[in-house]
């Protein structure tokens, strides 16, 4: 098999699991999306690989297996940053609803105490 | 408004302090003050919030632990919702000593300043003032926040304090959350509050560790003072909804 076959499934499969868990409502169209574009982007580009070649010619690129790495690890560096704000975000939340639940807590029990005042 | 009429709500910010809470809790009621009690227990794993409500006080148990950041905070939420003019924050452990109560509260009740901050490095008093290593890291912050803040602070890591009603709402708003209490100075002078240190005692804790262990000292150093350093940076938000 021809390592164009091999990375011609890999990419289709992605693909596919994507839609499946959008499918599934295992994730969100949101965060799919990226996914999306980034499987079809590996289906067009394995089909298409002079077009490849080409793009790391024009950034100076000796093999266009280090453009692949350059570029993945770029994303990933940036995805992993994004990663950390939308987790900090979470956080957040996730704490302020702590203390509201924590609030209202109290507030049940004081009006619960108040009104079984008022029936005696 | 005069002085007596303003409500005062002491938030006693607790983590596992069942051995310790209820006598933090009497000496505050024995000082026969007009104040409102809240014991935030941050989801303790212990008798705490049983042992503080059989006091009769308020209890306010968060679901799970936010660290003593997120307990305070609950605290200062809590003040400005019931809008309480003056907030203070007394930690759980028995290790201030109430008495200074008074001292501590009067310069915010009267309108001189808008936060004070128990130090127990100013004379007159000399009682327990926490281990060798640590004192290294106290004096390096009270220098560091000092010369950032324009204002002279001598016990930055004190959870003894007292803020005024501009304060809560900044606080409710935001609060540091790891270790908050040097950061918190910078913050209140951020919105140019005043501060004043009064002089108290403290004791050695009774029961139980300190949130601060030794090893971590080095750790709690460094991340405290990027934390400084960058709210320094941070800009001056105008406040709208807090809660």
Redesign the interface.
Same mark, same amino acid.
């Given at each position: 098999m021809s390592f164009k076959a091999l990375t011609l499934i890999l990419s289709i499969v992605m693909f596919a699991i994507v839609i499946e868990l959008i499918r599934r409502e295992k994730i969100n169209f949101k965060y799919a999306f990226g996914w999306m574009i980034v499987s079809v982007l590996a289906i067009i580009l394995t089909v298409f690989d002079t077009l490849l070649f080409q793009t790391a010619d024009f950034f100076g690129f000796e093999l266009a297996s280090n453009f692949i790495f350059f570029t993945l690890l770029s994303v990933f560096v940036f995805l992993s940053l994004l990663m950390t704000v939308f987790l900090c975000q979470q956080n957040e939340r996730n704490?302020k609803m702590?203390?509201k639940?924590?609030?209202l807590?109290?507030e049940v029990e004081?009006l619960k105490q108040k009104l079984e005042k008022e029936k005696k | 408004m005069n002085q007596s009429s303003k409500k005062i709500l002491i938030i006693i910010p607790a983590y596992n302090e069942e051995g310790n809470i209820v006598k933090t809790i009497d000496e505050l009621v024995s000082l026969q003050l007009p104040l409102t009690i809240l014991v935030?227990n941050d989801g303790s794993k212990d008798q705490t919030a049983l042992e503080a409500k059989k006091t009769g006080v308020?209890? #306010? %148990? #968060?679901?799970?632990n #936010?660290g003593i950041g997120?307990a305070v905070?609950?605290g200062f939420?809590?003040a400005y919702?019931h809008h309480f003019d003056v907030a203070v924050q007394v930690d759980g452990d028995c290790q201030h000593d109430v008495h200074f109560l008074k001292k501590l509260m009067d310069p915010v009740l009267q309108g001189e300043v808008d936060m004070t901050i128990g130090s127990r490095f100013i004379p007159p008093f000399t009682g327990y003032q926490s281990s060798f290593i640590r004192r290294i890291g106290i004096n390096f912050f009270a220098g560091l926040i000092s010369w950032l803040t324009d204002s002279k602070v001598t016990d930055p890591t004190s959870g003894f304090r007292v803020f005024n009603r501009k304060l809560i709402k900044v606080f409710a708003d935001y609060y540091p %959350?790891d270790f908050p209490e040097p950061e918190a100075i910078v913050i209140a002078r951020r919105y140019h509050a005043k501060i004043r240190e009064v002089p108290v005692e403290m004791r050695e804790r009774i029961f139980g560790n300190s949130s601060i262990r030794y090893l971590k000292t080095l750790y709690y150093m460094i991340k405290v003072t990027f934390a400084i350093l960058l709210d320094k940076i941070k800009t001056t938000k105008v406040h709208q909804d807090v809660i």
């Open positions: 704490d702590a203390q639940i924590g609030m807590d109290l004081q | 935030v308020q209890v #306010l %148990s #968060l679901p799970f #936010l997120g905070q609950t939420k809590y919702q %959350s």
